[in-house]
């Protein structure tokens, strides 16, 4: 990735609390509960149901800033995303992964959104760049071949959780979140939602552009676990670099927050009415 000049970003009151109590309006966690009872079950291009997936937790921190750790901001960023929705769109199931600081094994992150048949899974992180603290912006992947090194290393980082999960050997089948090898194997998986997933992360990042003023750098594919089996469109953003100190301020704050969970909602909201119109 091209080192960049940091970017200016207005110093805002900083929430990262390590411990967040939030207040749920979702429909379940971890179960396939039954549809609600709307009329908007009878329309098949319906967007009914949308897992929301707040990356690492519990033991597993993540990415470190100065003062912010990954774990705490993705919760607060996909918590204030699933309110958004619930309340613009009541009837659309909204169901998290994880709603509390704990741990998830990755494969169980992906079989939640299996189980409940979700129309969409959007998974939250924030990068870092060990070799620069210049580095700055946004990027949504999708799962794919990664064409650069930069996205093969984002995709290991992502992927070495797996080593504090029990018997990641066997529930993964040998796959070593070390070898690049591997995960250009994992990567060249292909599934039906490709296309719906690409069309969705454009939307994230031009949302990102338009409606939060972020630089982007843009739309890219790497081979993901969370993102390996799931069965419907699947993204994976990245909201900034805690290694970048002004991005982890603005992360951190409830501005920041505020911002980065509605261009993601506004993402979503276009991507809902284009295809229930198609």
């Known amino acids: 990735m091209t080192t960049l000049a940091v970017v200016a970003l207005p110093l ?32 098949s291009n319906q967007l009914r149901t949308i897992v929301l997936d707040a990356g690492h937790g519990g033991k597993d921190p993540g990415a470190h800033g100065r003062y912010a750790k990954e ?37 169980e992150r992906g079989a939640i959104a299996n189980r409940n048949r979700a129309d969409l899974f959007i998974s939250i992180h924030c990068n870092a760049s060990p070799s620069s603290s210049r580095v700055y912006g946004t990027e949504t992947y999708t799962l794919g071949l990664h064409r650069t090194q930069s996205n093969l290393d984002v995709a290991r980082r992502e992927n070495a959780v797996i080593l504090q999960e029990k018997n990641y050997q066997q529930t993964y089948k040998g796959f070593n979140p070390n070898s690049p090898l591997a995960t250009i194997m994992l990567a ?4 039906a939602f490709m296309a719906s997933s690409i069309n969705f992360a454009e939307k994230v990042e031009r949302s990102f552009r338009q409606n939060a003023e972020r630089k982007s750098n843009g739309v890219k594919q790497a081979g993901f676990i969370v993102l390996w089996k799931t069965t419907m469109p699947s993204v994976l953003i990245e909201s900034g670099y805690l290694t970048n100190p002004a991005e982890e301020d603005y992360l951190r704050s409830e501005e920041g927050q505020e911002t980065i969970s509605d261009a993601i909602f506004k993402a979503f909201e276009r991507y809902k009415q284009e295809i229930e119109t198609d």
């Open 71 to 107: 774990k705490t901001i993705n919760l607060a960023l996909i918590l204030q995303l699933g309110r958004k929705i619930k309340n613009r769109y009541p009837d659309v199931r909204v169901i998290y992964t994880r709603s509390t600081d704990h741990f998830v094994d990755l494969y």
């Open 188 to 191: 060249n998986y292909q599934n």
């Open 12 to 43: 805002l009151a900083l929430t990262t609390p390590d411990v967040l109590i939030p207040e749920l309006t979702q429909d379940t966690v971890r179960t396939a509960g039954s549809e609600t009872n709307s009329s908007i079950n009878n329309v």
